[in-house]
């Protein structure tokens, strides 16, 4: 199965309807879809609860992929342990670290994963949202972060690593947040293959080798995930679409406004320079540390944007930004969606 079922089932607009999320998750078991990926944070632990309850009676057939928060790159197996009571099971198919923190070294993050595995607790070491040469000094077997139209930049290293090594290459974010609308040569291509103009995203995707995350609480909308399994789209539709991309551009801090950007109640997202650097929250890393680490090695990725009336509307990527805007007084790089 080359997609999975991502567990932050709409957010808001779905938060207590537990029995509809369970619902979901067996529908895509029923027609094949047995990779469910989760968090321990997302809906404030209750994802991985949920998961837990849906695994019962049938932990062998369910590929569970789980992911602590920067929070905790320090101190993983206790993290692991509050994940396994939750999903009630022994044992985690595939643990990743969600994203760095430049307050704790990345070896020992990976030393703990290592433990974590020869302990039997997790089968396979994963890490998300690395640089192409961070995720060359790891053991491990999974990478996942965002791929889509107008983020492509896994295509230029990552993916062909990871295919040459027997890694996976697990792409999440596919559709922007459902914030973007099919280009053109998109909808021109879903009029000739008679399928939506997010199948055809699918069908591209999945043709680059690579696992693909969706994540959606309409059956309707699994049913056609499931279908573009099966579209192969022809050789020279491919290419069009390959060619067809549109490079990040530079946009000057003060036309960005930042709004919260997630669907998930768990996240907190700082709308203000003044609050990012308040941090009440004490959001990790540190703001200041993301800064000094952007300063030495660079954005990891641009942030997305979509264009407003007066400006953009920032939609992902919100402590990148701050970061950003705290290292430096200069544009920075953004994918507009």
Request: charged share 20%; proline share 5%; with cysteine.
């Amino acid at each position: 199965m080359n997609i999975g079922q991502g567990s932050t089932f709409g957010g808001k607009k779905y938060t207590d309807n537990k029995s509809f999320k369970l619902a979901i998750l067996e529908y895509g078991l029923h027609y094949g879809i047995n990779l469910v990926d989760t968090g321990e944070n997302y809906e404030g632990g209750l994802a991985e609860e949920i998961v837990g309850e849906f695994i019962k009676g049938k932990r062998s057939k369910v590929f569970v992929s789980d992911k602590f928060a920067p929070i905790n790159n320090g101190n993983v197996i206790k993290a692991c342990e509050n994940s396994l009571k939750n999903l009630q099971t022994d044992y985690i198919d595939l643990y990743s670290m969600q994203w760095t923190n430049p307050e704790i070294p990345l070896s020992e993050t990976l030393g703990q994963l290592e433990t974590l595995k020869q302990q039997g607790k997790i089968v396979n070491i994963g890490v998300c949202n690395l640089t192409f040469n961070e995720f060359k000094q790891t053991n491990a077997s999974y990478l996942q972060s965002e791929f889509s139209l107008s983020n492509r930049e896994a295509l230029n290293e990552v993916i062909p690593y990871c295919l040459n090594r027997g890694k996976t290459f697990v792409a999440y974010n596919i559709f922007n947040q459902g914030h973007s609308q099919p280009p053109e040569y998109i909808k021109e291509l879903s009029k000739k293959y008679n399928k939506t103009p997010y199948q055809i995203i699918l069908a591209w995707a999945l043709s680059k080798g690579i696992a693909v995350l969706t994540n959606t609480m309409d059956f309707i909308h699994l049913q056609h995930n499931l279908n573009a399994l099966e579209l192969k789209l022809e050789p020279l539709d491919l290419e069009l679409i390959d060619k067809s991309y549109v490079k990040p551009i530079e946009i000057p801090i003060n036309e960005i406004k930042v709004i919260p950007e997630t669907v998930d109640d768990s996240h907190k997202v700082y709308t203000t320079l003044e609050e990012v650097l308040k941090n009440a929250d004490s959001i990790k890393p540190n703001p200041y540390v993301l800064a000094e680490e952007i300063k030495k090695n660079g954005l990891l990725k641009p942030v997305e944007v979509k264009r407003v009336n007066e400006g953009y509307q920032l939609i992902h990527g919100s402590q990148r930004f701050f970061a950003w805007q705290i290292a430096f007084n200069k544009p920075i790089p953004c994918f507009v969606i």
